[in-house]
């Protein structure tokens, strides 16, 4: 496996065939378990969802009163995320900035946000730095979520779906966040439904200082 096999033109080509074979399955699919977890426990404000794919968790966000930061290279899952939002009529679609940005790079306004997420996408750099520019970007009292599927089943050794990615781990996230600024509230891996398919890190932490 190559850093080359995430990169920017790889989803382009993954979201294209995704869409192109199974496009209203994708279209359809629900937003993240975690996610919805966490934002039914908070009043609705500023959100950024960090590669935030074909939209999902940004459109409910903004369904529930969220004003939504949606990030993603992929011009593909972007159009399709759109046009999803503005199916759902102008008060949701309006409520949402889609933003085609590499987050290799890219930094959010610091303190910008009420609840940032970040979830399933492979770090091509440094995941400490990366972990550190997107916990930047929650405001004071705002919430940061981070899930990484791990590359290896902790139970069986074997590889998961998302061997050969690195994402983020609890250690990488717990790591960055500093005691005197962050209290976790979730740090730990969990058990994916489907079998076979290893585990979930998921870190939940308020921005305190
Ligand atoms: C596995 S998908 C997850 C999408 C969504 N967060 C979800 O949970 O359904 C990873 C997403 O991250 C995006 N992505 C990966 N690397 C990225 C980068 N460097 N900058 C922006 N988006 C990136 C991909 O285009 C893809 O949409």
């Not at 990366?130 to 791990?150: C, I, K, N, S």
């Not at 998961?160 to 790591?175: C, F, K």
Request: some cysteine; charged content about 20%.
């Amino acid at each position: 496996m190559t850093r080359d096999q995430f990169d920017r033109q790889t989803w382009e080509r993954r979201w294209t065939e995704a869409l192109r074979e199974h496009g209203d399955a994708v279209a359809q699919r629900p937003p993240n378990a975690y996610a919805l977890d966490v934002a039914a426990g908070l009043a609705p404000g500023r959100a950024l969802d960090a590669g935030c794919g074909h939209g999902a968790e940004a459109i409910w966000l903004a369904a529930a009163g969220w004003t939504v930061a949606a990030v993603d290279f992929s011009a593909t899952a972007l159009g399709l995320a759109r046009s999803t939002a503005e199916s759902m009529g102008a008060e949701v679609a309006g409520r949402i900035d889609w933003v085609e940005g590499d987050l290799g790079s890219w930094a959010p306004e610091p303190g910008g946000f009420d609840l940032v997420t970040c979830l399933y996408v492979h770090v091509a750099g440094s995941v400490p730095e990366f972990v550190a520019r997107m916990a930047g970007g929650v405001a004071r009292g705002g919430t940061l979520l981070m899930v990484g599927h791990q590359p290896v089943d902790p139970e069986t050794g074997e590889p998961t779906p998302a061997a050969g990615q690195v994402q983020v781990g609890v250690e990488d996230v717990v790591g960055v966040l500093d005691a005197s600024t962050w209290r976790l509230v979730v740090a730990e891996e969990r058990r994916r439904a489907q079998a076979g398919s290893g585990v979930d890190a998921v870190v939940q932490a308020v921005r305190v200082g």
